[in-house]
């Protein structure tokens, strides 16, 4: 019995050829046109296949090369501890640490301060996105959280009988008509803070009320 094997399809070998002529013309565009490093703005000699940024013989794209992620710290039995685990997934780590043994002491010098800068500017362009987040967050919940307010003092209102619409205010009978409330009802359930029902019997007892 042949054993069967899968074989690729042809929509993966156009993906794979497309991803070759990609890498082709990206390499192509370095070699002919003389760029700076996004890093360090030293003339650029090669370029990220997945970005397209142009980098120096020594710098990496920190974004695909040298990407990296947090996982929790967890022992062989299940137990997790607190804080994160940094692992390091970018494909141009291993290059990287490894180049450091050929850098003479001015050279790790000059790569440290400019990692310090590199440093800085995330950390500041970090403070600056949870600030705005924060913000931007405030706002949309003080919105929601007025417009909440604003529907169940409406909904109080149609509760008690009176609503309104175009600046004048009008009652809702039991047959769902909307019925235009008299000047003299409207001045004293404002007065007084009452609903229609009660400023009608109001009315009621001070016009017995009168000699």
């Known amino acids: 019995m042949s054993e069967s094997h899968d074989l690729p399809s042809s929509e993966d070998l156009d993906a794979v050829a497309e991803e070759q002529r990609v890498a082709e013309a990206t390499t192509t565009k370095v070699n002919s046109s003389v ?13 990220c296949t997945h970005c397209g940024q142009e980098f120096c013989s ?9 990407s990296s992620e947090r996982v929790p710290i967890v022992d062989e039995d299940g137990t997790e501890h607190r ?3 940094i692992r390091l997934i970018g494909e141009g780590w291993p290059d990287a640490l490894q180049m450091l043994d050929s850098l003479t002491d001015e050279q790790l010098e000059e790569r440290i301060k400019g990692l310090k800068l590199l440093l800085k500017r995330a950390i500041e362009t970090s403070d600056y996105a949870q600030i705005s987040i924060a913000a931007h967050e405030f706002k949309l919940d003080y919105r929601r959280h007025s417009r909440y307010v604003a529907s169940m003092k409406r909904r109080e209102k149609i509760q008690q009988g009176t609503i309104r619409l175009n600046n004048k205010k009008h009652r809702v009978d039991a047959s769902g008509t909307k019925q235009q409330i008299p000047a003299d009802i409207a001045a004293l359930m404002k007065l007084g803070n009452l ?14 009320a009168k000699p």
């Open 35 to 47: 760029g700076v490093c996004s890093n360090c703005n030293a003339p650029a000699e090669r370029i």
């Open 58 to 66: 020594e710098c990496r794209c920190v974004t695909h090369e040298m």
């Open 83 to 85: 804080g994160e685990r």
């Open 195 to 208: 609903t229609y029902e009660q400023a009608v019997s109001m009315k009621t007892l001070l016009g017995k």
